[in-house]
């Protein structure tokens, strides 16, 4: 996916499809590309509950409507020709607003500030309301003017629902007693979790066994339980 020749890999797998939990949120930003007017939405939540996948997923479908659309994540420097195109783009994310370095925010509220008078979509990811967050006044003061959303806490189900859609669209079975056990004697962050099942799935590929109970707990050298 070309984000105006920006470095960022998108991650294709990221669809607001397939983001389970937040109905209301999801269907506010679907909203948004049938509207057709500018708009600003901040959304929060804890890590691992699913903040870049939604500013993605917003992205992917923006760019499959033929629209210009920008990824951008707070932890990093911004494109120094950022400014010169942001009257090319109809949909901009920024995600980590709350990871963003001192010498960086300046330069975000001059981008946002010129995303609103360009009527660009603007999408913000951070860990809490904007009042809470640990930067300069002027942006928590423009975030707080967005519509803000917070990101439901998932449960064990919906993580499960999550981890299980991922290995289906590999054309994995996996037995769900199996994500019980990670819950129980592991973790119950999804970000981890996700990330631990795609390591066993590339060992038991290896290994040519199925992702069972006692290959996970060896694999991950978890005690007997």
């Known amino acids: 996916m070309n984000q105006l020749g920006l470095p960022i890999s998108l991650n294709s797998s990221m669809l607001l499809e397939s983001f389970v939990s937040n109905k ?33 997923g917003s992205v992917l479908k923006a760019l499959a409507n033929d629209k210009n659309a920008v990824f951008l994540d707070c932890l990093d420097p911004f494109p120094e020709h950022i400014f010169e195109i942001i009257n090319q783009i109809n949909f901009i994310s920024f995600d980590n607003i709350h990871l963003i370095a001192n010498e960086c925010q300046e330069i975000f509220f001059d981008l ?11 999408l913000v990811s951070g860990d809490s309301l904007p009042s809470d967050l640990k ?13 803000v959303y917070k990101l439901e806490e998932l449960d064990d189900e919906l993580k499960m629902s999550i981890i299980n859609s991922k290995m289906s669209d590999r054309n994995l079975s996996v037995d769900s007693k199996v994500y019980e056990y990670l819950f129980k004697n ?15 799935d590339k060992v038991s590929l290896q290994a040519k066994k199925p992702i069972s109970i006692p290959f996970v707990r060896k694999f991950l050298n978890l005690s007997n339980h």
């Open 24 to 56: 209301e949120l999801i269907r506010s930003i679907n909203q948004l590309f049938l509207d057709k007017k500018s708009s600003e939405v901040y959304i929060y939540g804890a890590s691992g509950q699913g903040k870049t996948h939604v500013l993605q």
């Open 186 to 200: 592991f973790s119950r962050d999804l970000k981890l979790l996700l990330s631990t099942m795609d390591d066993l």
């Open 135 to 147: 930067v300069m006044k002027d942006i928590k003061t423009r975030l707080s003017l967005a519509a």
């Open 112 to 122: 946002f500030n010129s995303a609103r008078q360009s009527e660009v979509f603007i």
